[in-house]
């Protein structure tokens, strides 16, 4: 079942609104509602972000639910052709080791790949940087 603070890092996730806290500033990211008062198998959360000036609305629901292991979140309406993004949790040496595996394909296949790809790809680089950091902080308490 694992360690308390081991819980408390699966439980921090349950709650959509900490989305908001662990985002880069630079997306303007906001949940404008989402379908369960908590994440659960086959929640829906509705939000609206910033994409280098663009405003997007995306849907995402979440499948693979199991409670201190992992989770995963796919992209229902959005800027991507694909997106499925899995949220690993592991016990490891008292603490936890959170590990985020994301499969997406930008939209208009090889050609929007060769024009878009790199900076997709950097964008994502980033934005998970800094959610590592900030998740490192906000749970370190």
């Given amino acids: 079942m694992g360690s308390p603070a081991f819980r408390k890092d699966f439980f921090f996730f349950k709650e959509a609104r900490n989305l908001e806290k662990i985002t880069p500033k630079f997306l303007n990211f906001k949940i404008l509602n989402q379908s ?10 509705n ?40 949220h690993e949790f592991e016990e490891k040496n008292g603490g936890t080791l959170i590990k985020d595996h994301v499969l997406y394909k930008v939209p208009f296949g090889i050609p929007g790949d060769l024009v878009a790809g790199k900076w997709v790809r950097k964008d994502l680089e980033k934005v998970f940087t800094h959610r590592h950091k900030t998740i490192d902080t906000l749970l370190a308490n």
């Fill in 47 to 86: 939000y609206r972000l910033s994409l280098h000036g663009f405003p997007v609305s995306w849907i995402s629901k979440i499948t693979d639910w199991k409670p201190n292991q992992k989770f995963s979140d796919i992209q229902v309406k959005g800027p991507y052709s694909h997106w499925y993004h899995t």
């Fill in 36 to 45: 369960t008062p908590e994440i659960q198998e086959g929640t829906k959360i």
